[in-house]
């Protein structure tokens, strides 16, 4: 019998419930895609296996929860249920679910006249509703389970804290921020609520809420949470009104967004014992995955380094610094043997005016420059081709810095600081660096940080907000750190290969050194602590 048409009843999935020691909400997947967050979800699932079980919305809208259903990586468990309480009273839940496996299963709550994302989870008018949604139809579905307060509920972001404290009655919550966006739903918890949210009905934001209730609140990075309590960005910009809560938070950091192969870990010994015969493994490994990238981009790249700069078209990843960056360097040096990919997914409403400045590099440098829109079948191809990631972050809680044995070239900020320990940093990187590694420390990558300007909180707010980054005095000191140390990060491959094959096995050995089993122990144990402080 094939996995699409194994019946599970939903007395197998109370029988799943039972054996978890927590719940896990979040607000998008594997099958209900976004941002980096999807990467960590399905780490969990495979991580922690059937220690938890994940609940989510289902976003039926979704082109990736349509194939899911057909393919039968989701199935419908034939056992709706009504909401009964004053939120959404009334409103028909279908429950979906993952066939049974050796990873976590993920139950999707499907609310009728709710969850209507497009393209992602969050691309919906009725988002600050849905949560109050969801938060009742969790708690409705973990008492028809049989959930008991040994087992805790485990919630991230804004998105879970309506939930999280309709539950804390009954389980002890853990809210961990993957960013400090928030959501005000007075209005919300007034119209549509009933009598389930009162706290939600004053001045009180979703996260200012949730980090005061929370059993335990933590960030997914220690260099993120030091960022909250110190980097302008943070503290002047997007989480001022959090300042007197983030002593709350304690960082338990997540491990790798992909697991490194066995080939990568027997490139990582090969290379600490000859570091040649290790570098000839990487360039044969880097030209056959040429040779198999599609003839536009495979005849342009010819035997040039290559950059990778992926990720959502959004503020937060700057891709203007790294376009403005390398027109600078090219047209400084016309000869310089640099190639830059842009595998672009679309990111936040308004961005088409960054794409714009991407398009203008590709036609003054249609031989340097390759851009794409949308996923493309060939992304872990180029990866293996590449020589280096270029993640430009305007914050970066956390990041896929690592993505196998591809160098990373970051700026010095939050969860992309304490992850990279850079190569002979300079200026603000130096103390950056120096927080989080010690000198004998393997370097992983390469990283950047531009001086502080007189108008730097402003420079960042804009930059935040704007359609496009602003051409003022912070970007250009940005833009010109990111020339710099791509200046630097081509002579390296060129002319130190000892120095690259010494940065592909600190950024192999940094991923090796992390583990989500010790990230889950952190989360247990704080657990542990909570349960003596607040007893059910």
């Not at 960030?219 to 909250?228: H, K, S």
């Not at 961005?351 to 203008?360: G, P, V």
């Amino acid at each position: 019998m094939d996995r699409a048409s194994r019946p599970v009843s939903f007395q197998d999935l109370q029988k799943l419930a039972h054996r978890c020691q927590f719940y896990l909400l979040r607000w998008e997947t594997e099958f209900t895609p976004c941002t980096g967050i999807t990467a960590v979800t399905r780490q969990e699932r495979r991580f922690f296996g059937h220690q938890g079980m994940m609940i989510a919305p289902w976003q039926s809208r979704m082109p990736a929860a349509r194939a899911a259903l057909d393919q039968g990586r989701v199935v419908d468990m034939k056992s709706p249920f009504r909401i009964a309480g004053p939120c959404a009273h009334g409103a028909r839940v279908q429950v979906l679910m993952t066939p049974p496996g050796e990873v976590m299963p993920i139950v999707y709550l499907d609310v009728e006249r709710a969850f209507q994302g497009l393209p992602t989870p969050y691309d919906t008018p009725g988002l600050a509703r849905d949560t109050l949604v969801f938060g009742a139809a969790v708690a409705e579905f973990l008492s028809k389970v049989g959930a008991t307060g040994r087992q805790f509920v485990w919630g991230a972001d804004w998105q879970m804290v309506p939930a999280l404290t309709r539950l804390r009655t009954r389980h002890h919550t853990v809210l961990t921020l993957h960013n400090e966006f928030d959501a005000w739903l007075a209005r919300e918890a007034s119209d549509f609520g009933g009598d389930l949210y009162p706290l939600f009905r004053g001045q009180e934001t979703a996260l200012r809420i949730g980090l005061k209730l929370a059993d335990v609140a933590t960030t997914v990075n220690r260099g993120y949470a030091r960022g909250l309590r110190t980097e302008p960005i943070h503290t002047q910009v997007m989480a001022h009104h959090l300042q007197d809560l983030v002593g709350r938070i304690v960082p338990v950091e997540n491990a790798n967004f992909l697991s490194l192969s066995p080939e990568h870990k027997e490139l990582e010994a090969l290379l600490a014992r000859d570091p040649s015969s290790g570098l000839k493994v990487i360039e044969d490994t880097q030209r056959q995955a040429r040779a198999a990238l599609p003839e536009v981009i495979r005849t342009r790249i010819g035997d040039r380094v290559l950059i990778v700069a992926m990720g959502r078209l959004a503020a937060q990843k700057l891709h203007d610094v790294i376009s403005e960056g390398v027109r600078i360097l090219l047209r400084q040096h016309r000869d310089l043997p640099l190639f830059v990919a842009f595998p672009i997914v679309s990111g936040e409403a308004g961005d088409r005016s960054r794409l714009e400045r991407i398009h203008y590099l590709v036609h003054e440098f249609p031989d340097r420059v390759y851009c794409t829109e949308g996923r493309i079948d060939h992304y872990d191809t180029l990866m293996r081709a590449a020589d280096y990631n270029a993640m430009t972050s305007l914050y970066e809680p956390h990041g896929g810095a690592f993505e196998g044995s591809v160098v990373p070239i970051v700026r010095l900020i939050d969860g992309l600081a304490r992850q990279v320990n850079a190569l002979e940093p300079t200026g603000r990187g130096v103390p950056l660096n120096a927080i989080w590694h010690d000198p004998w420390e393997l370097p992983s990558g390469l990283g950047f940080r531009e001086p502080t300007t007189l108008t730097e909180v402003d420079d960042l707010r804009a930059l935040l907000t704007g359609s496009f980054a602003p051409d003022n005095p912070t970007f250009r000191a940005m833009v010109s750190a990111f020339a710099e140390v791509l200046a630097t990060a081509v002579s390296i491959r060129r002319d130190r290969p000892e120095v690259y094959a010494r940065l592909v096995q600190g950024a192999l050995r940094a991923q090796m050194e992390r583990d989500w089993l010790v990230q889950l122990g952190g989360i247990l144990a704080l657990v542990e602590e909570a349960r003596l402080r607040r007893p059910l």
